[in-house]
């Protein structure tokens, strides 16, 4: 009787993964995505599969840095309390910093607003072997310059060039950015965290309850939840602009922070392992050359153990 042949980890991981992948080729409407999606799955089991996910991620970083070929740009999005800051900080656990970078983007400053809306965030793009993650990012300029669009005047642009077709505009740069950083070597993965607003309230009435998250609120949190319909209306623009193949974006069940962990998680493994990434091998010389390093080693030990040690003397009390 013939044994089944075992799933890799990416088909064994893909029903937590198609099901939100948004590549362009289809029509979206962020209405018919669900919230408290949990995918067949229990808090015990998708600890499992969390942790599992966490092992994967930590050997393919490993090989990513060593190959140093590839680079992984990872970006977050999602309304306040969506769970962004806690997914990295579990989804990442145990991998090496040295690989791996955060960048958090908030309110641009003076310096920022003198250069393109690109510009920050590009100079902040993770090296090739390296993974790099934005904890909001470029996609802000498209999303509260438009829910607010008295910030866009901030950015001292010549008023001749904001026109009725700056958002489609800035839809085409970012694609057309994304598509050249892809052409080189980034490996680019959009997660939209889809939280309802019932489960952020919930969330903001937490933060007030535990004053070690107290730090976290402010009054503009309710400002800005005031405008959730807006802001919904745009997310659902900028993912329909702005998904490609090489660029797709996951919308992401967010009312449950472990699903979402499990869904982004299976993700990030599902794209890596597709890289074929591999510890580099050494050439002829290099081989030659351990041969060297090998036998000097090997001579130092047998060295130490051919030198006579020195006799110790016993001295008697005067």
Partial sequence: MSKKPSLSPGAALK?????????GSGSFHLRSHRTDEKGG?????????????????????EKLYAQNRWSVLVILQGMDAAGKDS?????????????????????????????DFMWRCMIAL????RIGIFN????????????????????????????RN???????????????????????????????????????????????????FSMNDITERALWPRYMAVYQDIVRHTSTAV???????????????VAVGSALV?????????????DKASLQEFKQIRKALENEAKARKRKPRAKKTLRTPS
Avoid at 126 to 129: A, Y
Avoid at 182 to 209: H, P
Avoid at 247 to 261: E, G, L, Q, S, T
Wanted: glycine share 2%; net charge positive.
């Fill in 15 to 23: 029903r937590f993964v198609e099901p939100f992948r948004v590549d």
């Fill in 41 to 61: 799955l229990n808090k015990e089991r998708a600890e499992a599969i969390l942790e599992a996910n966490r092992s994967r991620l930590r050997d393919f970083q």
């Fill in 87 to 115: 997914l990295v900080k579990h989804i990442f656990e145990g991998v090496n910093p040295q690989g791996c970078e955060v960048h958090s983007f908030k309110q641009p400053t003076p310096l920022e607003r003198d250069h």
């Fill in 126 to 129: 993770p090296q090739r072997g």
């Fill in 136 to 163: 909001r990012s470029y996609y802000e300029e498209c999303l509260v310059m438009r829910v607010h669009p008295e910030l866009l005047r901030q950015e001292n642009i010549p008023l001749k060039l904001v026109g």
């Fill in 166 to 216: 700056v958002w489609r505009e800035r839809f085409e740069d970012i694609t057309a950015i994304e598509r050249y950083l892809a052409r080189n070597g980034t490996l680019i993965l959009k997660f939209f965290l889809n939280i309802s607003r019932e489960e952020q309230r919930r969330r903001f009435l937490d933060r007030l309850d535990e004053p070690a998250k107290n730090w976290k």
């Fill in 247 to 261: 660029a797709p974006w996951h919308v992401v069940p967010a009312d449950h922070k472990w699903f979402a962990r």
């Fill in 270 to 282: 599902s794209a890596l392992e597709v890289l074929n990434l591999r510890f580099p091998r050494p």
